[in-house]
């Protein structure tokens, strides 16, 4: 079944920019979307096919995607990106929708 | 404005059955597809299944393959997710999510608040 990896924890201070990444074979082929979950809530999806953002999200987010690996990144971020973000991706071989396993960023 | 409400969680014994449903309002439901995702406790989200516009076409994960079964009410507005023979591995929160499109394939665009099952004896 189709896999994806995530780092399980990035850490930056107030201000910086954050990067996390999704890895996956042929990732570069698939559309990603990335989700944010703050503790007790429902994901919200914060961007689509590898780089759009729904409306509402702020610039501050943004997405890439190529090869074998697709990246979120948080340009200055806040206390309040403080959550855990996943990447999806459909794999049309399996008909599976598959979730990375999540990241959680902490902002110092 | 759009809304999906889960409901029918709660404590089951294993090898026990339940139904969730999804409540969708503020959208015409039959238009779009929808899935359920789950969380167990201090996890990531795993998709579960899903269903398109019309019911006609379902897929599942393997962990629920042969013991759940997705179905959706259009004039109801509403989704179910029929769990049989329930496993302690079952216990988590479960999601609804709407696919914006009328296909199978794009991002989730909005979620419920979730539903929480418990598989204990």
Redesign the interface.
Known sequence: ?YVLTQPPSVSLAHGQTAMITCKGDHLGSK?V?W?Q?RPG?????VV??DSDR?SGIPERFSGSNSGKAATLTISSVEAGDEA?Y?C?V?D?SS????????TKLSVL | QVHLVESGGGVVQPGRSLRLSCAASGFTFSSFAI?W?RQAPGK????VA?TSVDGAET?Y??SVRGRVTISRDNFGSTLHLDMHMLRSEDTAMY?C?RDPSGS??????V????TMVVVSS
């Open positions: 079944s559309n979307h989700y979950q809530q429902a994901p919200v999806l689509y096919d729904p855990d996943y999806q459909w049309h008909d599976h929708w598959v979730f990375g396993g999540g | 899935h995702v990531g989200l795993e998709w899903v897929y994960a393997d999601f999510a199978l394939y794009d991002e989730l665009d979620w419920g608040q979730g």
